[in-house]
């Protein structure tokens, strides 16, 4: 499927009417439209007429709310993007995250899973099993979005404990100058060697603050990439820093910003600046970094959000590729700048926990993220259908993985059938496009 074929249509936005009318009504596009006489309005697709809401901000302007269903649907779309760029010749070993949700998974002893939806009895949420999960946090948005929520509602409870012991909770953000011809894999292996003489030695962090009598319960240890258009790819840390209470953000900032100007510099690295190398925030909050993600947000879901400061995260660059619209980020330059980023990050580790400092805060042991892509997180979960191989070969080729989610999403006690007659349907497109036999319609779902 190529990039454009990928893009979505452009949304429908009737001007002048309320949620009541606006949904079945002509309209204008939505970049068009800067003002309404109601506080919310529906637009909608001109080609499926789904109705799609839309909230209007403070400043008059209007901006899409974001259903769970789009989100999903996204983060395939991406990962269409993903699997094009990564892609190799047959005869060269596929990237990892090109087999992942597309090839089934093995099972020891017993072969190959079965490719099955369910759906959450506690939330009503559909998930597919039975499918290869490459936990890529770095290339893969959807699981990605799976391991970065999990990682989310783990960090969520450190916190909680942290603060219910009466830790003090900074956040460190280390950076280091950078330009656009900078290489990537060689400032990486440079930071963390400066990370390396940071934590440790006579002169680590940890042994400043215990001289001037500060006790350093732990930390925990975020990786982000972002790149901008004049200063090219910025990789950076945050950093979760658990003290006694007697200590003040400032006073962090103080001991940490001298540490790392002169480990950067030992290791080859330009000096940080005073105002941008590092800054320390109250870690509680960092509501002003974070906006509305929220601390726990902002150290596990770096890849997942679409930023809208200047720059493009890596699965920004994806949505470069995908919508071709954005002139800073032409689709051949951000493919190429993706390429570059996944081989530098393939396998480096996003989050990192001080050892102990789980054992303290009284959590489990650590999954990989390869185990929490897996992770069904809901035991009571219902069997809705079980796919073959054929039909799953049909509803790849439409890009209607999310669909299928979200269609099960949708029935209930007595309509599930509907989700075994919308499988055979894109089967029959299937058969229709691409001519001979065919897919098998089977029954891979069970009656109600």
Request: aromatic content about 8%; charged content about 20%; glycine content about 8%.
């Amino acid at each position: 499927m190529t990039h454009a074929a990928l893009k979505r249509k452009p949304l429908q936005v009737p001007t002048g009417t309320d949620s009541r009318s606006a949904a079945g009504s002509g309209g204008t596009p939505l970049g068009i439209v800067t003002k309404n006489s109601s506080p919310y309005i529906y637009g909608h697709n001109p080609d499926t007429g789904e109705a799609i809401p839309i909230e209007t901000k403070s400043n008059g302007t209007l901006s899409l709310v974001k259903r769970p269903e789009t989100a999903r649907a996204e983060r395939w779309a991406l990962k269409s993007v993903v699997n094009q760029i990564l892609k190799v010749p047959a005869t060269e070993k596929q990237h990892r995250t090109t087999k992942c949700m597309i090839m089934r998974q093995p099972i020891a002893g017993f072969g190959l899973a079965p490719i099955q939806v369910h759906k959450t009895a506690n939330h009503g949420k559909a998930f597919y099993t039975g499918l290869m999960a490459c936990g890529s946090i770095w290339n893969c948005p959807v699981c990605a979005s799976k391991v970065s929520e999990r990682r989310r509602e783990e960090l969520k409870t450190a916190l909680e404990s942290a603060r219910r012991i009466g830790w003090k909770i900074h956040f460190v953000t280390l950076t280091v100058p950078h330009g656009v011809g900078d290489d990537l894999s060689k400032i990486k292996a440079l930071q963390q060697k400066a990370l390396t003489k940071l934590s440790s030695g006579k002169n680590s962090i940890k042994s400043q603050l215990s001289r001037a009598g500060i006790d350093q319960h732990g930390y925990i240890r975020a990786y982000e990439v972002t790149h901008g258009k004049q200063n090219g790819f910025h990789p950076h840390f945050h950093i979760l820093l658990f003290t006694s209470p007697n200590v003040t953000h400032q006073v962090i900032e103080g001991y940490y910003k001298n540490a790392w100007q002169n480990a950067c510099v030992r290791v080859g690295l330009p000096r940080p600046s005073d105002e941008h190398g590092c800054t320390v925030q109250d870690g509680t909050y960092a509501a002003e970094y974070a906006s509305k993600w929220g601390i726990e947000d902002e150290m596990t879901k770096a890849n997942t959000k679409l930023t809208k400061r200047k720059g493009k995260t890596p699965f920004g660059l994806l949505k470069a590729v995908l919508e071709e619209t954005d002139p800073d980020y032409p689709p051949e330059y951000a493919a190429r700048l993706f390429k570059v980023y996944s081989k530098c990050m393939t396998g480096a580790r996003q989050l990192h926990w001080s050892v102990g400092l789980r054992a303290k805060l009284a959590l489990a042991p650590e999954m990989t993220d390869e185990q929490l892509a897996e992770q069904i997180t809901d035991e009571t979960a219902r069997h809705l259908a079980t796919i073959t191989l054929e039909q799953w070969k049909a509803i790849s080729k439409a890009g209607a993985q999310a669909h299928i989610l979200t269609v099960a999403e949708s029935l209930t006690e007595g309509t599930y059938h509907i989700l075994f007659e919308i499988i055979n349907g894109y089967v029959e497109r299937y058969k229709m496009k691409y001519g001979g036999k065919g897919a098998p319609l089977g029954n891979g779902v069970p009656p109600d």
